[in-house]
């Protein structure tokens, strides 16, 4: 007995003397006062407060109840004593494989259709921060909408990702984008491999690189294609995957399309991937047992629809200490963190290089549409040959690219004026604000205190429909979201901040959030409210 | 003006009732199904509690007392 210990706590004390020389990283974690002090200080500037269990209770109370009344309504549609509105089988096919039996159509019928006036509402203005509505009633409980001919001014927007707020309709920024239309036209009518190499393009591609500080950057015309696309370029079969647990559904096509093996690890958990990353490199691939060709490690800047921020100098350590590529998708964090705007990178202090893959889009922050991929040059030009995008897509349109060329220089400060970082800086001060009260009136939200992505918590289903119909009588649009995009019990509205909203703006979505809190009884929080710094 | 009130805080607790079992969603003739499910069940239970409850206690009591009872005169008996 007494050997047996003898023998375990040597063990334990041979593991920890050799581990911190070489396991650096787990060393430095275990003892007290050396800790990589960002990973301490970031780690309390996020939140995932839970909510109390009787509201979990409450919400599988809520959502048992609808399904057996959806059951009831199903068992009427097909005895024949209700007309069914949704695509069904023809009375021959009745016999083979049921085509909507599964839960997804299920849920769509019983459940999504009743609240569905809250999503797809018609836009009929510029979205920035105040849009006008089209008014859209239903008289057979949403299964068809008709338009009454009125339109909903001034409605407050907290739910379009316009962060910096270019998306503006101010004749003289707009001059160069017009300038554009005139000289190039709109079609670029060929892909980038073909004919639809324009100089507008290289000029971007290198404006795009100094903004980001990396050697060279391609652009593409779609953002969710730059995911989906690119990635099978890079992997293929023989490499492996890690990939976060709640990435963006174009990360996990792009990494099912290229055939590599997909291995998942909990949301900013850096044990769970350390864990992944030890087993990938001492079992090799699944039968065979050889190295694997590569390991690419796919995060996300921002988390949307929890308003994280990735660990990034943790996963940067991690990726040199086993010699894996990261690829850090920031479509929600470029232009909207860090100091001057530069992104995730700039945040956390971090060189650009350290990254291998940087990719983004334009669509959030600069109000255009597409999407790019930076980083070292031999890189980017396999790309250039072997992207599926460069060979079959069309190029992006000149008059969006030069939309993004003024708002990047307008960013950078290129242009001669502030007015971009004063934008950046209004971003952050808005954001921490609104976080601030919210947090303040005693609403449960997710994420890091610099997201301006503030997923507010609703939990039961009742209250997604209430909530979104209520805050729209008040002329605010907002965004809820519920299952299956979030799980099942965590139903929740997500604010975009934009440098745009006004202090004014902001207090009467605050006020407006108040009273709805106290009457539909989303209060949920039970911690103290604590002071943050409002630096200004 | 308490009487508006009143009217007020139990037309809130109505619709907290809607909110938290989800009936909000339905359409009113499920609304209204439900809602006469669940009285019917409430009315139920009160009255067999109305009816059962009393006989149930008082057998509970008598029991305990006849346990009490027999206690002591098995102590009288030992002792005695």
Known sequence: MARRADVSSKGSQDLHGSGSSRNRLCGSCQENGKSNGVAHSWSKRESFEQAPMYVAVLTYLGFGIVTLFGYFRDFLRAVGLEKCHLAQERDEQKDFVPLYQDFENFYTRNLYMRVRDNWNRPICSLPGPEFDLM??????????????????????????????????????????????????????????????????????????????????????????????????????????????????????????????????????????????????IMGGQPRTHRPWRKILIVVEGIYSMEGSIVRLPEIVALKKKYKAYLYLDEAHSIGAVGATGRGVTQLFGLDPSDVDVLMGTFTKSFGAAGGYIAGKKELVDYLRAHSHSAAYATAMSPPVARQIIRAMKCIMGLDGLTVGIQRVRQLAENTRYFRRRLQELGFIIYGSQDS????????????????????????????????????????RARFCVSSAHTRDMLDKVLCSLDELGDYLGLKFSRRKCTQFELDS | MDVKNLKEYLHWLYYQYLLITGIYVLEPWEQSIFNTVLLTMVAMIIYTSYVFVPIHVRLALDWFALLVQGRVDHITHLSG
């Open chain 1, 135 to 280: 008014e859209r009633v239903s008289d057979d409980y949403n299964w068809t909408f008709r338009l009454t001919g009125r339109t909903i001014h001034n409605v407050i927007n907290m739910g379009s990702y316009n962060y910096l707020g270019f998306a503006e309709n101010n004749e003289k920024f707009l001059q160069p984008v017009a300038n554009a239309t005139k000289e190039y036209g709109i079609g670029v009518c060929s892909t980038r491999q073909e004919m639809g190499n324009l100089d507008i393009h290289q000029e971007l591609e290198e404006l795009v690189a100094s903004f980001l500080g990396a050697e060279s950057a391609m652009t593409f015309g779609m953002g969710f294609a730059t995911n989906s696309m690119n990635i099978p370029a890079l992997v293929s079969r023989g490499c492996l995957i890690l990939s976060d647990e709640l990435n963006h559904t174009s990360l996990i096509l792009g990494a099912r399309l290229s055939g590599a093996t997909i291995r998942v690890f909990k949301h900013n958990n850096m044990q769970s991937l350390e864990k992944l990353l030890k087993e990938a």
């Open chain 1, 452 to 491: 301006p992505v503030v997923p507010l918590l609703l939990y039961m289903p009742g209250k997604v429909g209430a909530f979104s119909r209520a805050m729209l009588e008040r002329k605010i649009g907002v965004v809820v979201v519920g299952f299956p995009a979030t799980p099942i019990t965590e139903a």
